[in-house]
Every structure is written in C-alpha cells, then in structure tokens.
C-alpha cells in the first residue's frame, strides 16, 4: 500500500459544474457542442469524436481550455482571497490531492 496523505486545496469551482461549450467547426459556419461532465468525462457531437475507438476529438481540448481550471495546487496564481477564484473570480472549491 503506497503511503499517501490526501491535502485539501482550493480550486476553481468551475472544475465541478457541467459546461456545454459551441467550438467553430473547421468548416465556416459551423460548430459543434463539447459537453463536460462535472465528473470532468467530455464529449463533442462531431462525427470524429462518435467514430473515435479513444472518445476523444480536436474539439474537447479546445473546450476544456475555455473552462477555468485553476487550482491552489497546480497554480500558478496565487488566491488573495478566499472564496474566490485568481483566475476567473468565481466561487472556489476544494479538492482533495494525494500528496
Ligand atoms: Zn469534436
Ligand atoms: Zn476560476
């Protein structure tokens, strides 16, 4: 059994909502919808991400860039406040980290 100590940092509380994000598609005019589970499981309606063996497509890392992903933890901003978020000013969260 490894020995591992579970720390609780803030982090931004966008980490545990559920987003739906439009990403432009390559083609003008068009875009898909990523959706990201609070559980952070994402998924794209384009036709790459339904026929990939990976359930992965060019357009969720896109999407997950668009969410603040900050935590005290990983950084780099430092939160001066608590309660919220350096990075996008909303409400915070914590999470647990083994350590
Ligand atoms: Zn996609
Ligand atoms: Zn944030």
Do not use: N
Request: with cysteine.
């Amino acid at each position: 059994m490894p020995d591992l100590t579970i720390e609780y940092y803030a982090c931004c509380a966008e980490r545990f909502r559920a987003h739906t994000i439009k990403v432009p598609s390559s083609r003008p005019g068009a875009a898909y919808t990523v959706t990201i589970s609070p559980s952070r499981e994402a998924s794209c309606d384009c036709p790459a991400f339904k026929y990939s063996r990976h359930g992965t497509c060019k357009h969720l890392p896109l999407a997950e860039a668009k969410v603040c992903s900050w935590t005290a933890f990983v950084g780099p901003e430092v939160q001066e406040e608590e309660g919220k978020c350096p990075r996008c000013g909303g409400p915070t969260a914590s999470e647990g980290w083994a350590v």
